[in-house]
């Protein structure tokens, strides 16, 4: 089996099983088998938790029992982690440490490196570094959950971390479906789900080059330099925008320039992503949502526990654009060359994204009626899902169990990967002859 089928199959499985646990009557409140749109909800939510998205048919926290919550972060964590990791992790226990070639080709299309040398270390130290970042998040939470919650704000603040660490949104705070809304004014939990958000964003490799590097930018690698970049560039700009547009938005009333500063920047920052909010989606602008919707697009890095297009593609796209609007033969990124393999590759999954967003956008409309489903929330839900991030305008648990297996789908997409679930439908060829057709000019623009 191909490593790319390896990689498909081994999220479907993790999907099924959870969505199986979920649909047990104690993993739910009101106990009980269900129906159909019961085993609907289970998957919807197996999938968006797996594939560390966040979109939920129903409330966290009220409808799951500590059972079906334990579940959910479970498959949060496995999600965050890569499932290819957590396969290596067992390997590495069941054999002694060692991996065989297979695996390592795995790992390593998994998390985005391209040497097959140090697979060992680089589980490792993804497995140690998810733990210590999880752990410390979880220690700063609790300083202000132990006093609003009590015994159960431990809890809290673990569930949270990881949620955040692994780009998930979950939460079971927000029993009324609001997330964080409520800690939108406090600066500690904010800024603690940020960097949390930000460090998972970054990708397992960028860790591992500035652990490599000991902290000196000098010596990072270009793709290390590229995503440290591109990834400040959009949380100065989205947070900007969002100070801009969102301006006079009534829900910031009584807000001071520093609430309003921290709001924008959780918003800049929760698009990569993340699924929590401060702010209700649908209390946004025009400018706003629009701005939010382009963001999450974009998504995080390569190898992270975030989705999207991802900040490479979008910068390699960005960078051909200009390049070609100059006249210019190369592509060239700093004092760096990219290949045109690189950009026709980054143009290929761009375009496939937004084939399927726009494609389940229409479908969605088509089966909603119109007074449930406005463009714009379909719009938003739809890029949200093949993003992976989990911000919604309220619209997911008035759907149908259609529309939310077209969301499952797009999750799914989103995780494994639009061109990794290509490669794992190819089917390998014996022998291929080395024809080149004859070229021939097509106008373009």
């Known amino acids: 089996m191909s490593v790319w089928r390896y990689l498909v199959l081994g999220y479907l499985i993790m999907i099924l ?67 290819t990791t957590l396969v290596s992790i067992l390997f590495m226990a069941v054999r002694g440490g060692g991996l065989g070639l297979y695996e390592r080709t795995a790992m390593i299309q998994s998390v985005g490196g391209n040497k097959l040398q140090g697979v060992k270390t680089l589980v490792k130290r993804i497995l140690i570094g998810t733990l210590l970042f999880e752990f410390v998040g979880a220690l700063l939470l609790m300083i202000r959950f132990i006093p609003d919650f009590g015994p159960m704000g431990i809890y809290y603040s673990f569930y949270h971390s990881v949620s955040a660490f692994c780009n998930a949104g979950f939460d079971v705070i927000g029993l009324r479906g609001q997330s964080l809304v409520d800690y939108a004014r406090d600066p500690l939990v904010s800024l603690v789900i940020c960097t ?3 460090i998972g964003g970054l990708g397992f490799c960028v860790w591992g080059d500035v652990v490599d590097c000991k902290g000196n930018p000098r010596k990072f690698c270009f793709y ?78 390569s190898g992270s526990t975030g989705g999207g297009v991802k900040v490479s593609t979008f910068v390699v796209i960005l960078t051909g654009m200009v390049s070609v609007m100059r006249g210019k033969r190369d592509i060239t990124i700093g004092k760096r060359r990219i290949e045109q393999g690189t950009l026709s590759q980054a143009l290929a999954i ?24 406005s463009f714009t929330a379909v719009m938003f839900e739809t890029v949200s899902a093949i993003g992976t991030v989990g911000l919604t305008m309220a619209l997911t648990p008035m759907l149908s169990w259609v529309s ?34 004859p070229a021939d000019t097509v106008f373009i623009g």
């Open 350 to 373: 761009f375009s496939a994204y937004l084939v399927l967003t726009i494609t389940a956008t229409l479908l969605i409309n088509a089966i909603e009626p119109d007074e449930v489903a």
């Open 196 to 198: 949390l958000i930000i």
């Open 224 to 301: 290390t330099r590229l995503a440290l970049i591109g990834t400040g560039v959009l949380l100065v700009a989205g947070t900007a925008l969002f100070m801009i547009f969102e301006r006079d938005n009534l829900f910031y009333a009584g807000y001071t320039f520093g609430e309003k500063l921290l709001c924008s920047f959780f918003n800049a920052t929760t698009a990569r992503t993340a699924g929590y909010f401060t702010t209700p989606p649908e209390q946004l602008s025009n400018s706003g949502s629009l701005l939010m919707i382009i963001l999450m697009f974009i998504g995080a890095c």
């Open 17 to 83: 099983a959870g969505a199986l646990l979920l649909t047990l009557p104690f993993a739910k409140q009101d106990g009980g088998w269900g129906g159909w749109e019961e085993f609907v909800d289970a998957l919807f939510t197996a999938t968006s938790a797996t594939c560390v998205t966040g979109l939920t048919p129903v409330v966290t926290g009220t409808h799951w029992t500590i059972f079906g919550q334990v579940v959910i972060i479970c498959l949060i964590q496995i999600g965050g982690l890569g499932f």
């Open 404 to 437: 939310e297996l077209i969301l499952v789908l797009l999750m799914y997409l989103g995780r494994v990967g639009v061109l990794t679930f290509a490669l794992a439908l190819k089917r390998p060829r014996k022998s291929e002859a080395a024809v080149r057709r």
